[in-house]
Nanobody, 126 residues
Framework: QVQLVESGGGLVQAGGSLRLSCAVS????????FAWFRQTPGNQRQFATSISEFNGNTQYVDSVKGRFSISRDNAKNTVDLQMNNLKPEDTAVYYC???????????????????WGQGTQVTVSS
Protein backbone atom coordinates (compact mmCIF):
# COMPACT_ATOMS: atom_id res chain seq x y z
CA GLN A 1 0.00 0.00 0.00
CA VAL A 2 1.00 3.58 -0.68
CA GLN A 3 -0.45 6.55 1.15
CA LEU A 4 -0.43 10.01 -0.39
CA VAL A 5 -1.17 13.25 1.42
CA GLU A 6 -1.29 16.55 -0.45
CA SER A 7 -0.74 19.98 1.00
CA GLY A 8 -0.15 23.52 -0.19
CA GLY A 9 -3.37 24.45 -1.94
CA GLY A 10 -5.08 27.78 -1.44
CA LEU A 11 -6.31 30.99 -3.00
CA VAL A 12 -4.02 33.06 -5.19
CA GLN A 13 -4.42 35.88 -7.67
CA ALA A 14 -3.82 35.37 -11.35
CA GLY A 15 -0.11 35.55 -12.09
CA GLY A 16 0.81 34.27 -8.65
CA SER A 17 2.48 31.05 -7.56
CA LEU A 18 1.72 28.08 -5.37
CA ARG A 19 3.70 25.00 -4.43
CA LEU A 20 1.89 21.74 -3.78
CA SER A 21 3.53 18.89 -1.94
CA CYS A 22 2.65 15.21 -1.80
CA ALA A 23 3.99 13.22 1.14
CA VAL A 24 4.35 9.55 0.29
CA SER A 25 4.47 6.68 2.75
CA UNK A 26 4.30 2.96 2.35
CA UNK A 27 6.26 0.92 -0.12
CA UNK A 28 9.42 1.70 -2.00
CA UNK A 29 9.23 5.26 -3.20
CA UNK A 30 11.56 4.65 -6.12
CA UNK A 31 9.27 2.01 -7.59
CA UNK A 32 6.53 4.46 -8.48
CA UNK A 33 5.70 7.01 -11.10
CA PHE A 34 3.90 9.97 -9.61
CA ALA A 35 1.50 12.38 -11.23
CA TRP A 36 -0.68 15.34 -10.50
CA PHE A 37 -4.20 15.37 -11.86
CA ARG A 38 -6.78 18.08 -11.49
CA GLN A 39 -10.52 18.06 -11.42
CA THR A 40 -13.23 20.70 -11.74
CA PRO A 41 -16.89 20.19 -10.76
CA GLY A 42 -18.76 17.94 -13.13
CA ASN A 43 -15.63 16.85 -15.00
CA GLN A 44 -13.28 13.92 -14.90
CA ARG A 45 -9.81 14.15 -13.48
CA GLN A 46 -7.40 15.48 -16.05
CA PHE A 47 -3.70 14.78 -16.30
CA ALA A 48 -1.43 17.72 -15.53
CA THR A 49 2.06 16.30 -15.11
CA SER A 50 4.01 13.18 -14.15
CA ILE A 51 7.50 12.14 -13.13
CA SER A 52 8.87 8.66 -13.69
CA GLU A 53 10.45 6.29 -11.21
CA PHE A 54 13.38 5.45 -13.41
CA ASN A 55 15.14 8.58 -14.50
CA GLY A 56 12.82 11.30 -13.31
CA ASN A 57 11.53 11.86 -16.81
CA THR A 58 8.73 14.44 -16.73
CA GLN A 59 5.65 15.00 -18.84
CA TYR A 60 3.28 17.95 -18.93
CA VAL A 61 -0.03 18.71 -20.52
CA ASP A 62 0.37 21.54 -23.01
CA SER A 63 -1.66 24.01 -20.96
CA VAL A 64 0.84 23.96 -18.07
CA LYS A 65 4.12 23.65 -19.94
CA GLY A 66 6.52 26.39 -18.99
CA ARG A 67 4.48 27.29 -15.91
CA PHE A 68 4.38 24.11 -13.81
CA SER A 69 7.32 22.03 -12.65
CA ILE A 70 7.13 18.62 -11.01
CA SER A 71 9.95 17.22 -8.89
CA ARG A 72 10.59 14.31 -6.58
CA ASP A 73 12.83 13.98 -3.56
CA ASN A 74 13.78 10.34 -3.16
CA ALA A 75 15.32 11.00 0.24
CA LYS A 76 12.29 12.75 1.70
CA ASN A 77 9.66 10.71 -0.16
CA THR A 78 7.91 13.78 -1.47
CA VAL A 79 6.63 14.91 -4.83
CA ASP A 80 6.25 18.64 -5.37
CA LEU A 81 4.43 20.71 -7.93
CA GLN A 82 5.62 24.26 -8.41
CA MET A 83 2.96 26.31 -10.17
CA ASN A 84 3.87 29.73 -11.53
CA ASN A 85 1.97 32.34 -13.51
CA LEU A 86 -1.30 30.79 -12.41
CA LYS A 87 -4.44 31.43 -14.41
CA PRO A 88 -8.10 31.28 -13.40
CA GLU A 89 -8.48 28.18 -15.57
CA ASP A 90 -6.00 26.40 -13.29
CA THR A 91 -8.64 26.46 -10.56
CA ALA A 92 -9.37 22.86 -9.58
CA VAL A 93 -8.88 20.22 -6.95
CA TYR A 94 -5.39 18.82 -7.43
CA TYR A 95 -4.70 15.18 -6.74
CA CYS A 96 -1.42 13.38 -6.29
CA UNK A 97 -1.40 9.88 -7.76
CA UNK A 98 1.01 6.93 -7.89
CA UNK A 99 1.42 3.96 -10.16
CA UNK A 100 3.86 1.09 -9.87
CA UNK A 101 6.58 0.75 -12.49
CA UNK A 102 5.16 -2.74 -13.08
CA UNK A 103 1.67 -1.50 -13.89
CA UNK A 104 0.34 -1.19 -17.40
CA UNK A 105 -1.31 1.76 -18.98
CA UNK A 106 -0.51 5.33 -19.83
CA UNK A 107 0.87 7.99 -17.52
CA UNK A 108 -1.84 10.27 -18.91
CA UNK A 109 -4.72 8.01 -17.91
CA UNK A 110 -6.18 8.35 -14.42
CA UNK A 111 -7.24 4.71 -14.59
CA UNK A 112 -3.58 3.68 -14.65
CA UNK A 113 -3.02 4.93 -11.12
CA UNK A 114 -3.82 2.73 -8.15
CA UNK A 115 -3.14 5.22 -5.39
CA TRP A 116 -4.58 8.67 -4.81
CA GLY A 117 -4.40 11.42 -2.26
CA GLN A 118 -7.42 13.21 -0.86
CA GLY A 119 -6.93 16.29 -3.05
CA THR A 120 -6.18 19.91 -2.34
CA GLN A 121 -8.12 22.91 -3.64
CA VAL A 122 -6.38 25.51 -5.76
CA THR A 123 -8.35 28.64 -6.56
CA VAL A 124 -7.00 31.35 -8.85
CA SER A 125 -8.87 34.63 -8.85
CA SER A 126 -8.88 36.98 -11.82
Amino acid sequence: QVQLVESGGGLVQAGGSLRLSCAVSGRTFNAYTFAWFRQTPGNQRQFATSISEFNGNTQYVDSVKGRFSISRDNAKNTVDLQMNNLKPEDTAVYYCAARSKYSRGSDYDAGSYAYWGQGTQVTVSS
